[in-house]
């Protein structure tokens, strides 16, 4: 019954590898996001893809790439983790409009640690 | 461009007290505004929403205001819990632009 899943919920990692996170919806939304939550919660936008089209690409390193095979899966991709990189990362996605109307619905977040 | 500026936390509660988060906002044109809450480990949830000036969004006890004339969309509660200890983001969006805005945060713990 999840509306917005993500895998895997925690990642601990060492530095230099490469690992990917999943996520999921089943609401049948056109629109999905990646943020980056710091340890403070400032939340970043990261990406975002609108039925498989890339259409938000902020100013992250290209160490990271986000796919799309199908408008209910967004996963991201990670190479070379840095020290830098550990967050939390959740996923959200959208109907046309929710940026008005109905807001985003965000999975749990995946906490990523790298050491 | 467009952001939201919210009061800085941590606030500090005693169970009863009143709530109130201030959020300012900065945009052109018409936004809609919301209030998300965080609780412990899990991903932020819509709260509660308006989308025109002098609506009034409400949801479990909460109430924000949208006052155009002080661009404000401040949170309140007349009597928190200890449940409602969260962080809470106040966020602004707009019509075909899917880039939403988000404030930094304000954690709230609610003491017995």
């Known amino acids: 019954d999840t509306a917005v899943s993500q895998t895997p919920k925690y990642l601990v990692t060492q530095m230099g590898n490469d690992k990917s996170i999943k996520c999921e919806q089943n609401?049948?939304?056109?629109?999905m996001y990646w943020y980056k939550q710091d340890s403070k919660k400032f939340l970043k936008i990261m990406f975002s893809y609108n039925n498989k089209e890339l259409i938000i690409n902020e100013t992250v390193p290209n160490r990271f790439s986000p796919k799309s095979p199908d408008k209910a899966h967004l996963n991201l991709h990670i190479n070379s983790l840095e020290l830098g990189d550990s967050a939390v990362y959740f996923c959200?996605?959208?109907?046309?409009?929710?940026?008005?109307?109905?807001?985003?619905?965000f999975g749990s977040g995946t906490r990523l640690t790298v050491v | 461009g467009d952001s939201v500026t919210q009061m800085e936390g941590p606030v500090t509660l005693s169970e009863e007290a009143f709530l109130t988060i201030n959020c300012t906002y900065t945009a052109t044109g018409y936004p809609s505004l919301f209030w998300y809450v965080q609780y412990p480990g899990e991903g932020l949830q819509l709260l509660l929403k308006a989308t025109k000036a002098d609506d009034k969004g409400s949801n479990k006890g909460f109430e924000a205001t949208y006052r155009k004339e002080t661009t404000s969309f401040h949170l309140e509660k007349g009597s928190v819990q200890v449940s409602d200890s969260a962080v809470y983001f106040c966020?602004?969006?707009?019509?075909?632009?899917?880039?939403?805005?988000f404030g930094a945060g304000t954690r709230l713990t609610v003491k017995p």
């Open positions: 966020a602004l969006g707009k019509y075909n632009n899917n880039d939403m805005r």
């Open positions: 609401l049948g939304h056109d629109t």
């Open positions: 959200a996605s959208s109907k046309q409009g929710a940026n008005v109307y109905n807001g985003y619905t």
